[in-house]
C-alpha cells in the first residue's frame, strides 16, 4: 500500500519559514516526478513545485520563486519543500503528490498518489 505522509506544517508569522516533508512508502519514487500543491478555503488546488527524479530539474509557480525550494532525498523516498518570506496568501492546505507526469507536472490530475495535506497558516 502506497503512502505519503506530509509533515512539517503549523502557524508562522509573515517573513517566516517553514520545512515541508513527504515521506513515501510502498513503492519507490526514485524515478517519478514528486510535487506539491495547495488548497486555500474556497479555491481550487494550485500547483507549487515539482521535481524530476533527478532533483536537479525543478519546476515552480510563479507566485513561490525566489521563495519556496523544492528537493528531494531519493536514498530516504522523501521530497521537502523549504518555504521562506512565507506571506499570509500562502496560507493553505499543503499536499504532496507522486508519480505525476513530466510534461504536464501542474496538472493535479496527472498524480497518481497524494498526501493527506498540512496546514500552513501565516499570520499577518
Known amino acids: 500500500q502506497v503512502q505519503l505522509v506530509e509533515s512539517g506544517g503549523g502557524l508562522v508569522q509573515a517573513g517566516g519559514s517553514l520545512r515541508l516533508s513527504c515521506a513515501a512508502s510502498g513503492r519507490t519514487f526514485s524515478s517519478s516526478v514528486m510535487g506539491w500543491f495547495r488548497q486555500a478555503p474556497g479555491k481550487e488546488r494550485e500547483f507549487v513545485a515539482a521535481?524530476?527524479?533527478?532533483?536537479?530539474?525543478?519546476y515552480y509557480a510563479d507566485f513561490v520563486k525566489g521563495r519556496f525550494t523544492i528537493s528531494r532525498d531519493n536514498a530516504k523516498n522523501t521530497v521537502y519543500l523549504q518555504m521562506n518570506v512565507l506571506k499570509p496568501e500562502d496560507t493553505a492546505v499543503y499536499y504532496c503528490a507522486a508519480d505525476g507526469s513530466p510534461i504536464s507536472y501542474k496538472d493535479y490530475a496527472q498524480y497518481n498518489y497524494w498526501g493527506q495535506g498540512t496546514q500552513v497558516t501565516v499570520s499577518s
Open positions: 521535481t524530476r527524479w533527478s532533483g536537479i530539474v525543478t
